[in-house]
């Protein structure tokens, strides 16, 4: 053990883990899954259909509520029944993707203003 601190080994990382063991729901849920966003349907399912607040399911799971909370919002947002002016996952996504291309596009344009003005250089020597 460390002067002064905690012991090495099985902290709280290892029984995040765990925490399906806790699950009162009749399900088997890997704790793996539950935090990952793109199959977070299950706990979103567990937040719409126990009628429960999404921190009392997220306590359940041993997950953090924030995390559920976020998942949940994208959720009904991809399903239509966000806030007016929230982006689904798939426009998010085009957001990004052109916005990509246009920094793509501007870099071209410098390289090709720079290319510009030394060719123009070089024919009036």
């Not at 290892?14 to 704790?31: G, M, N, T, V, Y």
């Not at 009628?51 to 009904?76: D, H, M, N, P």
Request: aromatic share 4%; with cysteine.
């Amino acid at each position: 053990m460390r002067r002064g601190g905690r012991r090495r080994g099985r902290g709280r990382t290892a029984q995040r883990f765990r925490s399906h063991e806790r699950l009162k729901f009749p399900l088997i849920l890997d704790s793996v899954s539950i935090r990952c966003p793109g199959s977070g349907g299950t706990s979103i399912a567990l937040v719409d259909s126990s009628g429960k607040t999404v921190t009392a399911v997220a306590r359940e799971l041993g997950i953090s509520s924030e995390s559920l909370r976020g998942w949940y919002r994208k959720a009904k947002a991809d399903r239509g029944e966000g806030t007016p002016g929230e982006l689904s996952s798939a426009e998010r996504e085009e957001i990004k993707r052109l916005r990509r291309e246009n920094r793509e596009q501007q870099q071209t344009i410098e390289i090709l203003k720079k290319a510009t003005a030394f060719f123009v250089k070089e024919n009036d020597r």
